[in-house]
């Protein structure tokens, strides 16, 4: 009790002293700013004391030190759309709220951008574009998530297998350390080899070593064109192993999602059409070359003859408005599983390419076991598969099953050489499972490196590695800018 009222004593005399070194107006206190900064796209809760907007680069130190002195949590901020509340300022404190800072200058000589944390993907994406540059990561999220949020998550995309993830095309990092010092990791340069790469740790570590002020991004040209194709199976097991056949040949498409036949129904219901006449309720395959157009037609000749051999059904995009209804396919899956259940754990794992097909079995087999809905998609040319085990909150037994079912499939993944995390990373929802991933020797060397540039404990603390169940924590009732689905669902 006097430790509580000590520490709450010292994060107001924190709080009144940051108002004088940075200005009360970089500081929101009323409660609707605190409850938008309190969670991310995983909504839960935990409010903070206060938002903090800097205005400069030396606010940024300044804050940082004084959080260090008077042992006051600082949880930086983006964009909001993380869906593992590592973006959740879980033991309150300070939110460091970047998404001002919006900057991008686009250099299209060398091929880079120079970006400030809060520019947001798509900008980045569409300054580049005007130059006839490319930035790939591709998250869904792009118009809601800034660059320094995936760069402290290294998000992926549906590309990621052609064109990689964030951290391929990062060349350089500014920003300060958890003690308040400015730090410039790498540089504005397409080559660097002095010392250790501070900046590859920094990227994917969750806002826990680190605040990035400034980035340098690798740009490429942009593909000149792109050919849409949609491909139905019977059977999961008949998609991904096609999938394979064309991997194999080689051929490396920029885009391969694989869709489950519980999450074509969801899709099919959702919008009372089959997307197949012929075929309802098929597994899909939804396949994007792109690339030079000379390219794109050999590609093609090799894509149609593989489809006739192993598909029941096809189609292709013969102009960009027949590309998007394609794609409409893959972009109403996620809403549309919300007539299975009212809640989902949404898992983004990893495995093997050889162990595709136990672990579609395996999550038929968690279907039956726990009579819980299992729609699966996935980017399959990098094996990452997006799980979803939906259950309704209220129904206490259900969400009892979730828990349960969520650890068999971790467990699952773990045994088949998998990764419990593909993109999305740990934050509060995937700590449960981290030792699943890592041995002790693995977790000591991580928690030495925290300790070493964090030893106070300040900076995003709770995230990754303390065990937090997040199923037991009712999820806020809000509305975020990215929802599409009812307000009642
Ligand atoms: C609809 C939707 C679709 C999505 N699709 C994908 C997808 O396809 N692929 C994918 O990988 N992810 C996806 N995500 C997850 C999410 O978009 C990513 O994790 C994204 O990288 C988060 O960016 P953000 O700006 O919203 O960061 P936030 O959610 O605000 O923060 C995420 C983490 O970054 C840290 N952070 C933020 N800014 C900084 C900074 N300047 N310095 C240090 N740390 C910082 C935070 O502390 C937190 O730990 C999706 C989310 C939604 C809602």
Known sequence: MKAKKKDRTQREKALSLLKRKIGAEAIRTDSKSLFEASLDNARLSFLPDAVIFPRKEEDVGALLKLANRHRVPVTPRGGGTATTGAASPVQGGWVLDLTYWRSVKIDAESGMATVQPGARIATIQRAAERKGWFYPPDPSSIKYATI???????????????????????????GFLPTGEKVRWAAGLKKFASGYNMRDLWIGSEGTLGVITKAVLKLIPKPQARWTFLAAFPKEVQALRAARKLLKVPLMPAILEFLDRQTVQCLENYTAKPVFKAAPNSSLLLIELDGHEAQIAEEKEVVMQWAYEHASHFREATSLEEAEELWAVRRVCSQAMFQMGDAKLNEDIVVPMQSYIPLINHTLKLKRDFGLATPTFGHIADGNFHVHIMFNRGDKKQARQAEKAIHALMQKVVSLGGAISGEHGIGLAKTPFLRLQHNRAEINTMLAIKKALDPNYILNPGKIFDPYQVWKKEPAKVRLPWDHRPKSS
């Open 148 to 174: 320094g949020g995936t760069i402290a998550t290294n998000a992926g995309g549906m590309s990621g297998a052609k064109y990689g993830v964030t951290r391929d095309y990062i060349f350089g990092l500014e």
